[in-house]
T-cell receptor, first 109, second 111 residues
């Protein structure tokens, strides 16, 4: 069945530095790769996504890269700011949406 | 366009009681799903539906029932509440293979 593994589970970076979170998936049929951000006490919200015909997508300070051969995709956040502190989830839904276990990102001032 | 509407926001149940969490979406999405999120944990899939009349089990289905009689609604039923079901529940909807929209969440406590 589908499996999505996300690493690391926690990540602490200095403000202004970069953060990278990686997900691996098992289902070759996956063709849509989203990243969600969940702030404390709130619902998850999509921050960026990529489809399988694209290798990289950027939106200001965030980017997602995809390696379909290796079945992994990564979230990159550059010039981190305090408001980037949150839990981030990946997903790889060919049919049902299974989320990775989440990464708690803390930005240190 | 309200998106995904989930009720109630908070609920306290006694062990053994039953209840239904409501979820409705107005985006004509085929896919709807229910997740539970325990403190400090990820989102675990309980049940999902790919269209009216079609439901299937997720990762943690035991103790929960769902039905999908219309495209808009996807209620989650707790048959006999247990303390282990204390959690935050999220409903979500999407087009198949697309962005998921989440409801506001239901914080359920079973005592």
């Amino acid at each position: 069945g589908e499996n999505v593994e996300q690493h690391p589970s926690t990540l602490s970076v200095q403000e202004g530095d970069s953060a990278v979170i990686k997900c691996t998936y098992s289902d070759s049929a996956s063709n849509y790769f989203p990243w969600y951000k969940q702030e404390l006490g709130k619902r998850p919200q999509l921050i960026i996504d990529i489809r399988s015909n694209v290798g990289e997508k950027k939106d200001q300070r965030i980017a997602v890269t995809l390696n379909k051969t290796a079945k992994h995709f990564s979230l990159h956040i550059t010039e981190t700011q305090p408001e980037d502190s949150a839990v981030y989830f990946c997903a790889a839904p060919p049919s049902k949406i299974i989320f990775g276990s989440g990464t708690r990102l803390s930005i240190q001032p | 366009n309200a998106g995904v509407t989930q009720t109630p926001k908070f609920q306290v149940l006694k062990t053994g009681q039953s209840m239904t969490l409501q979820c409705a979406q107005d985006m004509n999405h085929e896919y709807m799903s229910w997740y539970r999120q325990d403190p400090g944990m990820g989102l675990r899939l309980i049940h999902y539906s790919v269209g009216a009349g079609i439901t299937d089990q997720g990762e943690v289905p035991n103790g929960y029932n769902v039905s999908r009689s219309t495209t808009e609604d996807f209620p989650l039923r707790l048959l006999s509440a247990a303390p282990s079901q204390t959690s935050v529940y999220f409903c979500a909807s999407s087009r198949t293979g697309g962005k998921a929209f989440f409801g506001q969440g239901t914080r359920l406590t079973v005592v």
